[in-house]
DNA sequence: AACCTTATTGATCATACGATCAGCAAATGG
DNA sequence: CCATTTGCTGATCGTATGATCAATAAGGTT
């Protein structure tokens, strides 16, 4: 008990630019993600044990600063591979669906991301509508031509149905990170039960196959 | 062209203190929805065309003035009569549970509602927590008890899945108000298709009867 | 061990923001 | 038309915040 904080954070300093910027980075990340984007650059320099001044000499301003956590929370959040594995017809449309859903569920139920997300919705970023362009198009719409042409019953998928089952997914993760309220721990029951009863209306899958 | 603001805002002053108290309330829920709770009482008397000290006259603080807009926006936003409308056995469950969430959404797919109650979400605020309690317990919960009893297919639907439904329905509003990207203009269609999709998941009603 | 580079700091500035208060002037009553 | 009340304003205070910069010291090199 020599010192206030003996070995907890022995305040390395002097760090390799570029893992400090990372530091920073994902500092600013959790620390955004907790206060809102307009939380002040001194608590984030508290939290991330450095002085405030510190923070300038990695970004030239706090919007830059801003602009690196968004790109590295945004960064590869929409895989590549999804497309393909939508519409790889060598699985059921029902696999194709769950194994998405099961995947992007655990890539987006992430505190961070839920809420920068809605910080930075509310706050008008276009990064935000562009996000939800690229999921329409690149995700939703090729799924929607799948289940058109496999679609047997009466009825037929709109894109607006396809955006209700993704919203009624996502919004687990909502009450889980923006409201925090109770919600199931592991959201595969639901996502599954969502998935199977949106198919079932289309009659495009058999739960039990 | 005599006076720098003829006639538009005739900054008619000295309003009955009721008058006046009403009008700021209004004025910073509009205000606090466009930038976030933490939008600044210059720019809000800036909007209402009055002085900042003005708003002090009224309010003791900030965060009374915020109390105030809470209140507002949250007051009534859940109508007693839902609970007798949704077991009302006279209707099907399917006009029942239509008419709730027409009425519902026409009453939350709202600019100032739904991105208020975004902000205080994010902030924390236990009002959300509380009434999306109240929610579950008054709305969905005997909704649930009244689609149990009725159930007549191999499954029985769970809370959680009422929650999905829900879910859905008011990812309408967030798309709208929140991401604010193009969303269709009259909701009623895709809430239909989404209750009817659930009721038939669970043989509780032909979409055609 | 002395030296040099530069990552980091502490002090500081300009502005923004919540909050206060004495004084002005608009409405009301006489 | 004057007096009184009080809704409202303008000036101001203390602090918070983004941003700057000269000074410092950590860590590698010789």
Redesign the pocket.
């Given at each position: 008990m020599n010192s206030a904080e003996p070995t907890a954070a022995p305040?390395?300093?002097?760090?390799?630019?570029q893992e400090?910027r990372r530091q920073i980075v994902e500092g600013a990340v959790a620390f955004f993600a907790d206060v809102g984007l307009?939380?002040?650059?001194?608590?984030l320099a508290g939290r991330l044990?450095?002085?405030?001044?510190?923070l300038?000499?990695y970004f030239?301003?706090?919007?830059d600063l801003l602009e690196a956590v968004y790109e590295h929370v945004y960064l590869n959040r929409l895989s590549d591979d999804w497309p393909t594995l939508l519409t790889d017809e060598r699985q059921t449309i029902r696999e194709r669906v769950l194994t998405f859903y099961d995947a992007y569920s655990q890539l987006i139920f992430q505190y961070e991301w839920m809420r920068i997300f809605m910080f930075s919705g509310l706050a008008g970023a276009a990064l935000n509508r562009r996000y939800l362009d690229h999921l329409g198009k690149v995700i939703l719409a090729p799924l929607l031509k799948q289940m058109q042409a496999a679609a047997t019953g009466p009825d037929v998928p709109q894109m607006e149905d396809l955006w209700n089952l993704h919203g009624g997914i996502v919004y687990i993760g909502i009450r889980q990170h923006i409201y925090q309220v109770p919600c199931p721990d592991d959201p595969s029951e639901a996502i599954t039960r969502a998935v199977d009863r949106f198919l079932t209306a289309f009659a495009l899958g058999d739960p039990n196959e």
């Open positions: 305040d390395r300093r002097r760090l390799p630019p400090r307009e939380g002040n650059t001194r608590d044990g450095v002085t405030q001044s510190l300038f000499n030239a301003s706090k919007s």
